[in-house]
């Protein structure tokens, strides 16, 4: 017998960018989940056909209420729906929390060292805002990849310079006026600094498509870090 | 009906009998894995079989590739939802790794490179059900999806065809992998939707 699925009630939808929304839900019985987890969000048609598809929760739950980001995929089935279909007012049905690896628990008091590209920023936000409700003490620092300063999400979180918190944004297309890194994509340069800022200790976590993660975990690893300390999520 | 996702229509109906519940088909392949991809170089591969007793056997590359090996299409299941229908294997089947050893074992650990560990009844295993595969549609498999060889048990969702498998370690008693320990279903069937502990 399959777990069961709860209804969600979409409560508000916010732009991060041209074509990523933030989606609030609320889920009665929500029984609380950690920063990374995930959930299956599943939609049915009117003749009952149904399609369901994994997302990351984007933030600690606040009793029935959380939080979702989503990239509209070019002609994806789901995503497009999610982002622009689903009225506010509507349900879908979520399954979870789910992901039981890549997890950061406010207990846990090492370095941090977030790596994200595009949408795999969404559940390193989540340990970010858990990281900082905690009061946690520990060092986190969010190298996130994005193409250009319009895909850049979650702005007003991501560049206000919370304490223990330090935000590096590497430009893939065409980087914001005035910084110094000529656009490109993310090479071991950009991630030695950050790496030896760990010391050897703490936790690496790179999320994103499967490319920007194979890239950044085989850096990782060339600069030294050890395999298991760097847990992954791949998108795609 | 009608209550949840309202205009929401979807893809194509049709393929019912080959999609097991909560799947989505996918052209493309999605890799899931809990970390980096560890580089095996073939010069250096081994693969063993160690019995409940410590006995083992061990293959190198070359002794692999020496075994009969088999050509088998499969549609694959994973966890996160996706299925890839008809995908080209070559490799050995399982069997042909324990034709000649002795055991009372009922389960197995696949071990990986990297230390990932998955579990599996033995008999899920056997009688052509599952492969060592080396390639992948024509050529050698990638690392990202578990080159220079994985498991291939594709009657169970995939996170149990482990990838980068380096030993088969035969066990009187069922001992939970990597993501079986962590939440995953402990057999993992896609036809009766077993994805984790809940389930
Ligand atoms: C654990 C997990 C967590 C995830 N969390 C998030 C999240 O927080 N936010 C989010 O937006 N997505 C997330 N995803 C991806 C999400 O589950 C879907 O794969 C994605 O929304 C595309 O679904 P779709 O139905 O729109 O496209 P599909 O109909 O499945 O695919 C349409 C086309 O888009 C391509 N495609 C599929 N996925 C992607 C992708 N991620 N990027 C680019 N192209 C793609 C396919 O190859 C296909 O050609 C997560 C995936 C996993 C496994």
């Known amino acids: 017998m399959a777990a069961d699925w709860r209804r969600a009630h979409l409560v508000e939808r916010l732009p991060q960018t041209a074509t990523a929304r933030s989606l609030a839900f609320t889920v009665p019985g929500w029984p609380g989940h950690l920063a990374g987890q995930h959930v299956d969000v599943r939609l049915t048609g009117d003749d009952g056909y149904q399609a369901a598809r994994s997302y990351s929760l984007a ?99 991501l560049s206000e ?54 890239a950044v975990s085989d850096h990782l690893v060339d600069l030294g870090r050890d395999s298991g300390s760097i847990r992954t999520e791949r998108f795609g | ?39 095996v170089p073939t010069e250096t591969w081994t693969f063993t079989v160690t019995t409940e007793n410590g006995d083992s056997r061990g293959w190198t590359w070359d002794e692999m590739m020496a075994l009969p090996q088999e050509d088998t299409v499969h549609d694959i299941h994973c966890v996160t939802r996706w299925s890839k229908f008809d995908t080209p294997w070559r490799g050995v089947p399982v069997d042909a790794f324990l034709e000649d050893v002795e055991t009372a074992a009922d389960y197995a650990v696949a071990v990986s490179h990297g230390g990932y560990t998955t579990n599996l009844p033995l008999e899920d295993l056997l009688d052509g059900k599952a492969w060592v595969v080396h390639t992948y549609d024509g050529f050698p498999l990638s690392p990202e999806h578990g080159g220079p060889a994985r498991l291939l048990v594709p009657h169970l969702y995939f996170w149990k065809s482990a990838k980068w498998v380096r030993e088969l370690r035969l066990t009187l008693e069922d001992e939970p992998g990597f993501w079986e320990s962590v939440g995953y279903h402990n057999y993992g069937d896609p036809w009766r939707e077993q994805r984790t502990w809940d389930d």
């Not at chain 1, 979520?94 to 795999?120: I, K, M």
């Not at chain 1, 490109?184 to 994103?208: E, K, M, N, P, Q």
């Open chain 1, 161 to 214: 310079g919370a304490d223990h918190l330090d935000v590096d944004v590497l430009y893939t297309r065409r980087a914001a006026p005035g910084s110094s890194r000529a656009p490109g994509r993310i090479s071991a340069d950009d991630l030695r600094g950050h790496v030896s800022r760990l010391a050897g200790a703490g936790t690496v976590f790179v999320c994103g498509p499967t490319a920007f993660v194979e």
């Open chain 1, 59 to 157: 933030a600690p739950a606040e009793g029935e209420r959380i939080e979702l980001g989503v990239q509209a995929v070019a002609d994806g089935e789901v995503s497009p729906y999610l982002a622009d279909g689903l009225p506010v007012g509507a349900d879908v049905e979520v399954r979870g929390p789910l992901g039981f690896w890549f997890v950061w628990r406010p207990e846990q008091t090492g370095p941090v060292l977030l790596v994200g590209g595009g949408s795999g920023v969404v559940p390193l936000t989540a340990m970010i805002r858990a990281h900082r409700e905690a009061k946690s003490p520990s060092d986190f620092q969010l190298v996130y990849s994005v193409r250009t300063p319009e895909d850049f999400w979650y702005g007003d979180l």
């Open chain 2, 1 to 39: 009906m009608g209550t949840f996702s309202p205009g929401f229509h979807g893809r194509a109906r049709g393929l019912a009998d080959k999609l097991p519940p909560g799947q989505y088909p996918t052209e493309s392949f999605p890799v899931l894995s809990a970390g980096p991809t560890p580089r």
